[in-house]
């Protein structure tokens, strides 16, 4: 299973940006997918998740500004971002969660930049 993120860019603050994430194979047998992020010279943090069920949740820092879904018949997870802010910046992860005994797929992760 691979899974593909793009959609990160160099953006000034208060822009938005809609990052996607195309799983190789059907994400119905994803029970929880969703996004990390890593700053620079930071852990990588989880930011935004979403379930089969299409239950989300976000880590406060991104709550009003951030996004998730996920189209089933296109295989894709998406995180829109809205009012970027610099403190945004960093490599976005995507990942994928079947959940039971199966073990979480990670995306290559995409950059982005928020300039003040």
């Known amino acids: 299973v691979q899974l593909q993120a793009s959609g990160g860019g160099l953006v000034q603050a208060g822009d938005s940006l809609r990052l996607s994430c195309v799983v190789s194979?059907?994400?119905?047998?994803?029970?929880?997918m969703g996004w990390y992020r890593q700053a620079p010279g930071k852990q990588r943090e989880p930011v935004a998740s979403i379930t089969t069920g299409g239950t989300t949740h976000y880590v406060d820092s991104v709550k009003g500004r951030f996004t998730v879904s996920r189209d089933n018949a296109k295989n894709t997870v998406y995180l829109q971002i809205d009012n970027l802010k610099p403190e945004d910046t960093g490599v976005y992860y995507c990942y994928a969660d079947p959940g039971g005994s199966g073990y979480t797929r990670w995306g290559q992760g995409t950059l982005v930049t928020v300039s003040s």
């Open positions: 194979r059907s994400t119905f047998s994803f029970n929880i």
